[in-house]
């Protein structure tokens, strides 16, 4: 087993859950002397800045959060999707709990990511404000969280693929390819893409990303399946999600083919 803190949108079980991670136990901690940012730049633009962790010289200052009990075999999952190594850094800390003090792992920025000009997005905001209040952190945290500005939200137009005869793919296709990556009924080829975005491939490559792009949409109830999206049983609000990220992927990867999993492929 090992013992992990999380102080942003993994506060969410349902959130964590979607990432492969699913704990044994929870408990609520603190780590005083710290403070709660949001100045890791997300991979892309339009996410603006996700939670991190900083010391702080005000003795005033603490970060509320959850301390997660897990399987020794989720930390390979934990380190993929919170970018171990390109994004954050793991190390460990002392939080405070209701048996006493527990020395966790939790994960930091690394100053290639740090811009301390980034917003949170309303809908990550709200992803750790749910966790919060479910997990009973402290009413005057989540005020906190509450009164942070967010980054205004930006409208995409309707995903529209370029004109063309395209090839299609499905699960077992796609799996071929190690560096494409498929959303919504789009697969992109993420070999040319700017520096910071290669460090993902791996995370993205060779599979169809849109379950797990529905379940971080802070409408999700974490229960939703690709039968749900195939019937568009999804929310409004995840179909935005969803065409927002095709729009961005169009921007940052390479359009190479129409992803249909319940279509063979001759």
């Known amino acids: 087993m090992f013992i992990y803190f999380g102080y942003g949108s993994n ?3 349902a959130s964590l859950k979607a990432k492969g991670v699913t704990p044994v136990a929870s408990e609520r901690g603190v780590l005083p ?6 100045n890791v730049q997300h991979w892309f633009h339009h996410e603006g800045g996700v939670g991190n962790i900083e010391p702080s010289t005000n003795p005033n200052d603490f970060v509320e959060g959850m301390v ?44 290639g990511f740090l811009d301390n000009t980034c917003l949170p997005t309303q809908r990550y905001l709200n992803i750790i404000i749910k966790g919060a209040e479910e997990a009973g952190l402290s009413p005057f945290y989540i005020d906190k969280l509450r009164k942070n ?5 930006t409208n995409f137009p309707a995903f529209i693929p370029p004109p063309g005869q395209w090839p299609h793919f499905n699960e077992q296709t796609l799996a071929l390819h190690p ?15 700017r520096g910071k975005l290669q ?4 995370l993205l490559g060779g599979k169809d990303m849109t379950l797990f792009f529905v379940k971080r949409h802070d409408t999700s109830s974490g229960n939703e399946t690709d039968a749900d999206i195939k019937s568009g049983n999804i929310s409004d609000g995840a179909k935005e999600y969803l ?13 190479v ?9 001759k």
């Open 243 to 255: 065409n927002a990220y095709m729009n961005e992927f169009m921007n940052e990867y390479k359009y």
């Open 11 to 13: 506060i969410n079980l």
């Open 68 to 111: 997660h009990t897990c399987h020794e075999t989720d930390l390979a999952a934990l380190d993929a999707v919170e970018s171990y190594g390109l994004g954050y850094d793991r190390i460990e800390v002392d939080v405070e709990t209701s048996r006493g003090i527990v020395s966790v792992q939790t994960y930091i920025g690394l100053p």
């Open 33 to 38: 002397g710290w403070r709660l940012r949001f």
């Open 257 to 265: 083919g129409i992803y249909d999993p319940y279509r063979p492929i």
């Open 149 to 153: 500005p967010v980054l205004p939200e």
């Open 199 to 202: 460090g993902i491939i791996g």
């Open 179 to 193: 560096e494409f990556t498929a959303l919504g009924f789009a697969v992109f080829d993420m070999q040319q893409a």
